[in-house]
């Protein structure tokens, strides 16, 4: 079993949470997260890059002067590569470089990537913030309580608008909605901070 500290927004200590390794996979898959790195990684490239070839290139197709007896190197057209002005000679075009994964193998990758911020005690929850009106000075000064002080993803429950514009605007942060979690973000920072309702529900879906 590992203890998860629980905190309130002051930074004391209000309890501790167990979880069983066992919810989420039991052991850390290290070629599922590569893939599932790769694939977010793949899936943020825009794609569209484009050059003209000597196809799209206007101008004439006249050579443009004698093959023989000139002195000169041979050449064709003026839309030739070695031109100023001529066409790629091997154009990049606009592509989709996004890749799939089968959805039973991100659920696979997500599960290793909490199992093991759990494991090196880099998961940590805060019991009782609550605002009723966005304040990211709150939520600041909350996660520096915690001591919070580099990146961190914080995972907010469903339909939590006041934390998520509250939190949105930190420097180093990310926010998520509990059922938006992918692999990738729970890797990415120096520390993953669960608002108590987002840990609870999640928890509750891993021991279903």
């Given at each position: 079993?590992?203890e ?21 996979g039991?052991?850390?898959?290290m ?47 003026i839309?030739?590569p070695?031109?100023?002005?001529g066409?790629?000679a091997?154009?990049k075009?606009?592509?989709?470089f ?7 193998m ?75 979690l ?13 608002m ?13």
């Amino acid at each position: 079993m590992i203890e998860v500290k629980v905190y309130n927004p002051e930074g004391a200590e209000a309890g501790r949470i167990e979880v069983d390794e066992a919810w989420f996979g039991g052991e850390v898959r290290m070629e599922v997260l590569r893939l599932a790195v790769r694939r977010h990684e793949a899936n943020q490239r825009q794609g569209t890059v484009a050059t003209k070839s000597r196809s799209m290139v206007e101008g004439s197709t006249r050579k443009i002067f004698a093959q023989k007896h000139t002195g000169r190197a041979r050449m064709g057209t003026i839309r030739s590569p070695v031109r100023r002005g001529g066409g790629m000679a091997f154009a990049k075009q606009p592509r989709d470089f996004g890749l799939t994964m089968p959805r039973k193998m991100r659920r696979q990758a997500l599960d290793s990537a909490l199992l093991a911020r759990l494991r090196d005690a880099e998961v940590l929850v805060i019991d009782g913030l609550a605002l009723d009106a966005p304040k990211t000075r709150d939520v600041a000064r909350a996660l520096k309580a915690v001591g919070v002080d580099r990146s961190c993803l914080v995972v907010l429950a469903a339909g939590d608008q006041v934390l998520y514009k509250s939190a949105r605007n930190l420097d180093r942060t990310r926010v998520r909605q509990v059922q938006d979690l992918n692999a990738y973000d729970v890797l990415w920072p120096h520390r993953v901070v669960f608002m108590r309702p987002a840990f609870d529900a999640l928890l509750e879906s891993r021991k279903s």
